[in-house]
């Protein structure tokens, strides 16, 4: 029996992309953008765009997580400085 070649691209287009979580955002966003490449260029098979799809999914999420928790560190940073700012004998 011939063994299926697989394309490198697409072989980590796994069902679940549980690897994506351990993407940095640089990461994600490029591979994201290589994905979104692939899918406006066409054709792909329709079970390897639908894999595409799922992974730029993945890690759209991933972005949006790792954005996501930068603003609350932000937000929190802004807090403790608007706080020591108020604060009578504050450092300034």
């Keep these: 029996m011939a063994k299926q070649q697989t394309d490198p691209?697409?072989?980590s287009t796994g069902a679940d992309n549980s690897d994506v979580v351990e993407l940095s955002f640089e990461q994600a966003r490029d591979?994201?953008?290589?994905?979104?490449?692939?899918?406006?260029?066409?054709?792909e098979p329709l079970e390897g765009a639908l894999a595409l799809w799922e992974r730029g999914e993945a890690l759209?999420?991933?972005?949006q997580q790792v954005l996501d928790g930068n603003r609350e560190r932000l937000d929190a940073a802004q807090?403790?400085?608007e706080s020591d700012a108020a604060e009578p004998g504050g450092p300034f």
């Design 9 to 11: 691209a697409t072989e």
């Design 79 to 81: 807090l403790v400085a």
């Design 31 to 43: 591979e994201l953008a290589a994905v979104v490449a692939r899918l406006e260029a066409g054709g």
């Design 60 to 63: 759209a999420a991933r972005c």
